[in-house]
């Protein structure tokens, strides 16, 4: 199997409550029980065998009829790119077929990934981050506000054991849309985290953050 490994900065984005329970109890907070999300991940590092995949950003809108470890969800990634072959290797590592993390989720899709390769565009700014899939759909956060002073306010997440991410800073989904074909939502005022994430189907060559 080849080896890859991904690491750099991951806006997440769903329609569960600030902090997204899910991350903690496995049930979404929606207002319908059921997980929409979107997120986008841009890699400072990372390869698949001797393919060089820094620079590249990938897209994925996901939906869930119910909690995700209940299974039954859709998936669509889209990828920007350089070349073929990082392409190529996106992928396979996001349709889950060369193990670890993305094979998890996929095992909780009722068809496998749709991976397209087109432009992703996204802006890191902490809890202000934004991106956008031209055609597909958007997603802008904002610092959590004070409900009475209406001071903004940090608010962090430590999962020393996460498999997503270890540590995010959570803030406010302001706006999220995404239109497709069996996945299409738009929220305002929901969960979103910006936080750094390193995958890799090597658990060995993982150091500790």
Partial sequence: MPSWRLAGTELEFCNCDAGCSCNFTGWPTSEVGNCEGWGAEVIDSGHFDDVDLAGCRIATAQWWPGAIHEGGGRSRSFVDCETDEQFDALAQIYRGEVGEYFELFASTYAEP??????????TLDRRRSSFSVDGVGFAQMTPLHDVV??????????????????EGDVAQGERIKVDLPGIAFEHTGKHAVVAHFDWSNDTDSLSPE
């Fill in 113 to 122: 990934t749709v991976v397209e390769r087109r432009a992703v565009d996204v």
């Fill in 149 to 166: 002073s209406g001071e903004e306010f940090e608010a962090r997440i430590a999962l020393p054991s996460g498999f997503i991410w270890r």
